[in-house]
């Protein structure tokens, strides 16, 4: 069960199965081994002017070993020889340290991915320094020239990286997978002649493909467009009136689902959805969705960091939480199955991550949703990190238009939103038709019947 | 043997001829100034939950930065390679920036001492504690929280040590280096009554001995606050929202000043002139009882450092004085753009990332108002003593802290807990509303993290009890 490798992974292969042989004989009963590798180029235009440029290549290796029941992970970027076998005597000696846990170990055998799709997630295609350069400038001057109330900007970026992560384990699993990242992004300031206030905001474009990336004009020219319009942002009074999150705004709740929907979070107690499951979360046109093979995804890859298959999750359906998001640990701790959700940086113990996790797109459109509006506030911005786990208890600052008369009447800013999450997520009266990939996380406009709005 | 206790170049098994050698290829003609950065670290943390050490974790690092730069341009390369071959690749990288990266400058060390202070003696490097000794003081955190109450139902902690040995050399000769102890223990605490369950949390540390934790009681300190905070909000009542008094009590809420004004106050974003701050020297930003600094000196803080990422020795740098905004915190860049001097702030998380204007320990003054009656003065409003994380807009200066313990105030008295809210408001304006300051000033337990650029730093804040007169708060309940 492996992939094809090319020769220079098939090097990392070998090291691999050799550091697994090496904790072997060390007495270890499981381990598994991670590499990884990558390479990136990005620049940053500011002013028309190079303001940064900067090249890297790295590598690194981890090891996780299990002795019975006890478990520890080390990793190195250091490749020699006495590092690596360092490493292993290391990670050994913390094995040996620390007490046993009755669900630790390495999946089974038989759960491990036995296929391996090309997701279309790896473009060869590498930029010259010159290129990005370009790229960046352009972005840059169609934002400064969209409008002369743009005055200043915090630069242009354009970034290209290609990486390569290879598990091995002692079951005799060899996985490998390759990825690319391009992105391009422009964040502008616009200054206000009337009361000499400046506004920054920003609009990027992250595709796997060279040739999927927005063009830098219409970049430049979003970005101008979301940083204009908050010139003249006033604070409102305080007051419980319903609220539109824009599809950035809205892509974090679902960020704030996952954390909740986490194997880890759940066994810990930590989660304001414990015992959830089954139940009904949001109202019946509802759906969320993770899937770890979606074509092009930002998140996506064949297998998860342990070597489980990525697949397709309902983690919401029909507004009932049908789902939560799982690796081997934390499933064997609720007495479940891995939904192949185990995420890892190299080095540390799996936990539970997102692939491309998605609110399934409505029928309206944003204009519409706006529009449904009589008095309310249409968020394009959140801040801070008042959102509270366990409690569900959310309370962050935002920014973003007033609406009335089902229409955006002026910016705001200087406000908060608080409520529940449990009842955001109850309380979702509409959700837009205009899904779109930016991110791991993705979500249409959605309009949430209340909130309080805390201003003047 | 090699010193193991000295910074140098032998913790790199690098020599001086080769680091010069790559110095003087980046320093191409149209470059007024290159440095190579040398990092290398060891990190440890183990982790606690469900009453046992389950996981014990390490890293080993190396690696070096490029970098030149020319104008307001910078060229970057990172490699974790300290070939003499990589090095060559990365300064031929950092180079391009230059308009002709042609033209080599031969450099001479001719400034080779430490720097002058130590601000962390410590007699046995962090990374060389025994996992055992790290396990213990986990178990002991995990009885002392029990203990402190029955409605106490998870206990999770964590201790996380890391060891740095940095170099910098630099065109203008500089070859100075610098070993980082950096430890933290954490602590959070979930309390259970009924279908009620609520979150405490509490941790410290810094570039400190092992010893410190078991010194003055710390460890059962910790897991006792964590477990006091947990049990408290199971009695917590709604926030309320709107404008009203709030007053911030002393230590961590200083997170304030981090968010509020600090960011404002980092060079490159004034230099850009795209803070809120920008052009507002020598003006009224604040009260006049805030005096606020910036200060890497103060001995085996958690923001201390005995020099910046740039090999520039740390200072107290005075940012408002008596409500006058004095200065801004400047890495080399930034401050010879700006005609400015240097304070020492110049900071990068790691080799991979770049150099940049970042704060130490940010913290206010000591006023004269006795910390009870700042209380006292307040007829309906909130008192807020602990924060989870902050964040600011520093083009328009709207900054938001969360609080994690916070209480009413009812005819100048503290009355019932509330529910987690957000304060908002605006850094250039909300110091003017600060009418009272503690004489009480204390600096945080050493928990700080910032992150700005994708890059996390550690740092420190403090603040003696003030109060503001109007900030937003928001909650949820309108009666308040």
Redesign the interface.
């Known amino acids: 069960m492996s992939t094809s490798l090319v020769p220079e992974h098939q090097q990392f292969a070998s090291l691999a199965t050799e550091m697994l042989d090496r904790a072997k004989s060390l007495g270890a009963t499981e381990a598994d081994v991670l590499v990884a590798e990558g390479d990136s180029v990005s620049v940053q235009v500011r002013l028309a002017e190079v303001d940064r440029l900067s090249k890297a290549r790295e590598k690194s290796l981890g090891l996780r070993v299990f002795f019975g029941k006890r478990s520890a992970s080390a990793s190195t970027s250091d490749f020699s020889r006495d590092s690596l076998s360092r490493l292993v005597t290391d990670t050994c000696a913390l094995a040996k340290a620390v007490a046993e846990d009755e669900m630790s170990g390495l999946p089974d055998a038989n759960l491990l991915s036995q296929d391996f799709p090309d997701l279309n997630v790896y473009d060869a295609t590498t930029l010259s320094v010159d290129q990005e350069i370009d790229l960046a400038r352009r972005t840059e001057e169609a934002a400064m020239s969209a409008d002369s109330r743009i005055t200043n900007s915090e630069g242009a970026d354009c970034a290209v990286s290609h990486g390569t992560v290879l598990l091995a384990n002692h079951h005799g699993f060899v996985g490998c997978h390759q990825s690319s990242t391009y992105s391009l992004s422009v964040s502008p300031i616009a200054g206000d002649s009337h009361n000499g206030g400046m506004q920054r905001d920003a609009w990027y474009s992250v595709k796997r493909k060279y040739q999927q990336l927005d063009s830098p004009e219409a970049i430049g020219k979003e970005a101008a467009r979301r940083t204009l319009r908050r010139l003249g942002a006033r604070k409102v009074s305080t007051q419980q009136v319903p609220v539109v999150f824009d599809q950035e705004t809205a892509q974090s709740l679902l960020g704030h689902l996952a954390t909740a929907v986490s194997g880890y979070s759940l066994y810990k107690g930590a989660s304001f959805l414990l015992g959830y499951l089954g139940k009904r979360l949001a109202p019946g046109f509802v759906n969320v969705y993770d899937d770890g093979r979606l074509p092009e995804g930002l998140g996506s890859r064949p297998f998860d960091g342990e070597g489980l298959a990525t697949r397709k999750t309902s983690v919401v359906e029909q507004g009932l939480l049908t789902s939560y998001l799982l690796d081997t640990y934390s499933a064997r701790k609720l007495g479940m199955k891995s939904t192949g959700n185990a995420s890892r940086g190299v080095g540390d113990n799996p936990s539970v991550g997102p692939t491309n996790l998605y609110l399934d797109p409505g029928t309206t459109s944003p204009a519409e949703i706006i529009g449904s509006v009589k008095q309310g506030l249409y968020v394009t911005e959140l801040i801070g990190f008042g959102v509270n786990m366990l409690t569900g208890d959310y309370s962050r600052g935002a920014a973003g238009y007033w609406i009335e008369n089902g229409e955006l009447a002026y910016p705001v800013e200087e406000i908060t939103i608080a409520g529940n999450l449990k009842h955001i997520f109850s309380d979702i009266e509409i959700v837009g038709n205009d899904l779109e990939f930016r991110g791991r996380i993705a979500s249409p406009t959605v309009k949430v019947r209340e909130l309080m709005v805390a201003g003047n | 043997m090699a010193d193991v206790t000295t910074p140098g170049l032998h913790h790199f098994a690098l020599e001086e001829h080769d680091v010069l050698k790559a110095l003087s290829r980046v320093k191409a003609r149209d470059v007024d100034y290159a440095d190579i950065y040398f990092e290398s670290n060891i990190s440890?943390s183990?982790s606690m939950?469900e009453g046992?050490?389950?996981?014990?974790?390490?890293?080993?690092?190396?690696?070096a930065g490029v970098r030149a730069t020319a104008?307001?341009?910078?060229?970057?390369?990172?490699?974790?390679d300290l070939s003499q071959k990589d090095l060559e690749i990365?300064a031929d990288?950092?180079r391009?920036?230059a308009n002709s990266p042609q033209g080599e400058t031969p450099i001479a060390v001719t400034h080779r001492s430490n720097p002058p202070q130590n601000l962390y003696p410590l007699e046995q490097p962090v990374s060389d504690i025994?996992?055992?000794e790290r396990?213990q003081l986990l178990n002991l955190i995990d009885a002392t929280a029990r203990k402190y109450d029955s409605r106490i139902?998870?206990v999770?902690a964590s201790f996380t040590t890391e060891q740095k040995v940095v170099m910098v050399a630099n065109s203008e000769g500089q070859l100075v280096g610098d070993i980082q102890p950096l430890s933290r223990l954490q602590v959070t605490c979930?309390a259970?009554e009924g279908s009620n369950?609520?979150?405490g949390s509490f941790g410290g540390g810094g570039r400190v001995a092992f010893s410190y934790y078991y010194e003055a009681d710390r460890v059962r300190h910790f897991a006792r606050e964590a477990a006091r905070q947990a049990i408290l909000n199971l009695q917590a009542v709604d926030?309320p929202?709107?404008?009203m008094p709030v007053v911030l009590g002393n230590g961590w809420p200083g997170i304030l000043l981090h968010e509020a004004i600090g960011h404002g106050l980092e060079a490159d974003f004034n230099r850009?002139?795209?803070s809120?701050f920008s052009d507002l020297i020598g003006q009224r930003v604040a009260s006049e009882v805030c005096t606020i600094v910036d200060d890497g000196t103060l001995p085996f803080r958690r923001g201390s450092l005995n020099m910046d990422d740039e090999g520039t020795p740390t200072s107290q740098t005075m940012l408002i004085e008596k409500g006058i905004l004095r200065g801004y915190i400047t890495d080399r860049l930034n401050a010879k753009l700006l005609g400015i001097p240097l304070t020492g702030n110049g900071r990068r998380e790691d080799f991979?990332s770049?150099v940049l204007p970042r704060m130490t320990n940010t913290f206010m003054l000591a006023g004269e108002s006795d910390p009870e009656d700042i209380v006292r003065s307040v007829k309906k409003g909130l008192y807020a003593v602990s924060f989870?994380?902050?964040?600011?807009?520093?083009?328009?200066g709207?900054?938001?802290?969360?609080a994690s313990e916070a209480y009413l105030i009812e005819d100048g008295k503290v009355t019932k807990p509330v529910?987690?809210?957000?304060l908002?408001?605006?850094g250039p304006d909300i110091l003017k509303h600060v009418s009272m300051v503690g004489h009480d000033l204390q600096l945080d337990a050493g928990i700080g993290t910032c992150g700005k650029e994708g890059q996390s730093v550690p740092v420190g804040v403090g603040l003696p009890t003030l109060r503001i007169d109007e900030i937003?708060?928001?909650?949820?309940s309108?009666e308040g």
């Open positions: 440890e183990v939950e046992i050490v389950k996981r014990a974790v390490k890293h080993i690092g190396q690696g104008g307001e341009k910078t060229g970057f390369a990172y490699s974790d990365a990288t950092a391009y920036i025994a996992t055992e396990v139902a998870k999770m979930i259970e369950h609520q979150v926030a929202a709107g404008v850009r002139k795209t809120a991979r770049i989870g994380g902050g964040q600011v807009d520093i083009t328009n709207k900054f938001v802290f969360s529910k987690g809210a957000t908002i408001g605006s937003t708060v928001g909650g949820t309108v």
